[in-house]
């Protein structure tokens, strides 16, 4: 159990690494996610992220990439897709997901809120993953299979949802299809509340105001993006950026951080931005001073065993920008080559 849950929060952290990967190629129009594709997501989403892997694929290097940074349960769980006759490589064009905080799973019997970590914008200890891949897909077909194979299912609303596992586990996943374009995955608990949604009997991520305007300004602005509530903000700051957290004086500018937004804009390489929104213009201007002092003592920490990385945020500017730091990079296809045959973004289970 607690493997699997650090394997699911090592995976929440790199989302944002393997949204930049799958970004490198040449100049495509972002068209955006639908608004009813987001709409199908339940509004407690902590982080929700877009990836075009049609676009990625066309890369070289991105099979290497996969299998460096993926877990091994989504691995499997391809396979998994694989034998009913879903290839994942050519029917798969995007991935939307979203995670969920257990402690908003778990409900207070007086009030009907969740509990725990979320309530107070704390970095979740547990979570619980929902997705949706678009792509093209004949339900009929592989329902039967699976249905001959006979897996453990649930029913919710008229919808079958096949198990990958016991059906019984808590961590087990499940999947279904909404429809012929949209396939949805992930623990059984958020999938019902998906159901739920589109059947109107909960919120969706649209009531969600915060999150939703952060969704629009970013969507359809790059090939990737992501956005993560306060307490996931929380979350990859400590995971992506620990040298910052060194500094006695960072705890709290990052205790008041509101939000970060990553995004993704492919030319001849690839140009990434992260905006990380603080609790004020003055936060912004004192966190901004510390991360560039963190990425400079990263920097110098790589230079014997990764210098590639260490060129890599060198080229990495750090500004304020009204009670935002926005951090940009940019990287070119034989540095990204480079950092995978170093090992950079595996996963160390």
Known sequence: MQKWKEAMKRFAAVCA???????????????????????????????????????????????????????ERFKQFEKFLAAAGIDTNSQVDELTWGLVPESML????????????????????????????LGGYNPDSTEAYFKAQKLPTAKSHGYTLFAFGSGVGP??????????????FGHRRLLEKLIAVRYGEE?????N?????????????GVVWAV??????KLAMGQLAPEVQQFPEAAKL?????????????????????????????????????MAAGLLYKKYQTAKDNPELGTLLDQTNVVPSGDRVVIRMSVSDEQMTTLIKKNTFAFKM
């Open 203 to 207: 919120d969706s991520l649209l009531r």
């Open 254 to 290: 990052v205790a008041r951080m509101q939000a970060m937004i990553i995004s993704a804009t492919a030319s001849s390489g690839m140009d990434a931005k992260f905006q990380a929104v603080c609790g004020s213009t003055e936060d912004a201007n004192t966190l901004s001073q510390l």
């Open 106 to 133: 778990t409900k207070d019997p007086a009030t009907g809120a969740g509990t725990g970590a979320a309530a107070t914008d704390a970095p979740p200890d547990s979570e619980e993953i929902v997705g949706i891949a």
């Open 17 to 71: 690494l393997l949204a930049l990967a799958a970004a490198l190629g040449r100049p495509v129009k972002a068209t955006g996610l639908g608004a009813d594709t987001i709409g199908l997501f339940p509004k407690d989403v902590g982080e929700f992220a877009y990836a075009d892997l049609k676009k990625a694929r066309t890369m070289k290097w991105y099979p290497a990439l996969e299998q460096q940074m993926l877990p």
């Open 171 to 184: 961590n087990d996943l499940f999947f279904f299809f909404v429809d012929s374009n949209k396939a949805a």
């Open 209 to 221: 105001d915060k999150m939703y305007n952060l969704i629009n300004e970013v969507n359809g602005s």
């Open 228 to 233: 993560l509530d306060p307490a996931y903000t």
